[in-house]
């Protein structure tokens, strides 16, 4: 089976492994060296006990995706309390000025990019990274919406509004067209290695050193332009499922390549809406509809995928495995959400 939890020191070696992958190099949230995730991960415990405040230093959970079988992980998924994290939360705001003169009756509307922080302190979903050979499939569900059913439990700790940065347009040769016709004119570095810089510290060290003016899109190269708003081919299958539980771009980009950044209100998101809780009550072996089922709050916090079945009186029955994945025992409070 597989089952999304909090991630623990132990994981750490698995998610360095996982931090490798093709999928895991588009998420500049999740580190890709020892000492930064080791903290993460110890931030993220401190965060599941309540032991961090959001006033003080915003909580940031971090879970992962484990084969129950095999005790392998195999992907990632986190939450930012606050965007930020304390700190400005820079992104491009796309706009656009109207350029006009009377006399020789031209008018021209032009698009421009604002650096903003107005998503600073909103909830942030980030952190994802899945095996290559699980996208598409009922566990890559799993694992981002699983965020959602904890959000639901633990609701008072999240803002009305979320978002979620998507990665942008990075090309074969390892190029970003946005971060070459832009920011790599300020910073003597590439792409990769400001992304790696942002999963250490944050995006507020680049937002610093960038022009405070807007940017005319016109002066980007061709490439950079078509690129903007648009997902990372990687992340297409991430994009449409995201859209599916409520989210949609906005008017804000990346700052570091473009990519879009989807927006949403929390209390509309489709599994927050569709979850109900409810108790365990008995076993059911047959084949019966498969669902999101969650159990336990802060650190115990775990949720895996199951069959269900509920009988007249609405008492919920599940097979015995999902009894000991969830280690439940009867009558204890759980959540379940359709697929």
Request: with cysteine; glycine share 6%; proline share 6%.
């Amino acid at each position: 089976m597989w089952l999304v939890r909090p991630a623990q020191p132990d994981d750490l070696d698995q998610i360095l492994a996982i931090a490798g992958t093709q999928c895991a190099r588009l998420s500049s949230t999740l580190p890709k060296q020892g000492d930064a995730l080791a903290y993460k991960i110890e931030q993220s415990l401190a965060s599941f006990a309540g032991k961090i405040s959001a006033e003080d230093d915003p909580p940031r959970f971090l879970f992962v995706l484990e084969n129950t079988e095999t005790g392998d992980i195999a992907g990632t998924a986190g939450i930012d309390a606050r965007a930020g994290n304390g700190q400005p939360f820079y992104s491009y705001r796309r706009d656009a000025l109207i350029h006009a003169s009377h006399e020789l009756g031209v008018s021209r509307r032009v698009e421009v990019l604002y650096p903003s922080h107005s998503l600073t302190d909103v909830s942030l979903l980030c952190s994802f990274s899945i095996r290559p050979e699980l996208q598409g499939t009922e566990a890559f569900e799993l694992l981002s919406r699983a965020r959602i059913l904890f959000i639901a439990s633990h609701r008072e700790w999240f803002t009305a509004r979320m978002a979620v940065e998507i990665q942008g347009v990075q090309l074969e040769d390892g190029s970003v067209p946005f971060w070459d016709s832009l920011g790599r004119h300020f910073f003597d570095m590439d792409f990769e290695t400001a992304d790696q810089y942002s999963g250490q510290l944050s995006k507020t060290f680049i937002a610093e050193l960038m022009p405070p003016n807007p940017i005319y899109v016109t002066l980007l190269s061709e490439a950079a332009q078509n690129a903007m708003g648009q997902p990372h081919q990687i992340t297409v299958p991430n994009f449409e499922l995201l859209q599916r539980e409520g989210f949609q771009p906005g008017s804000y980009l990346d700052i570091f390549d473009a990519g879009p950044v989807l927006e949403a209100r929390t209390d509309s998101l489709r599994t927050l809406v569709t979850n109900r809780p409810t108790e365990l009550h008995g076993t059911n072996e047959d084949v019966g509809e498969t669902c999101l089922i969650a159990a336990g709050e802060r650190e115990q916090f775990r949720c895996t995928l199951t069959s269900v079945a509920e009988t007249l009186d609405d008492k919920l029955k599940v097979p015995v495995a999902t009894w000991k994945t969830l280690n439940r025992t009867a009558g204890d409070r759980v959540r379940i959400a359709p697929l």
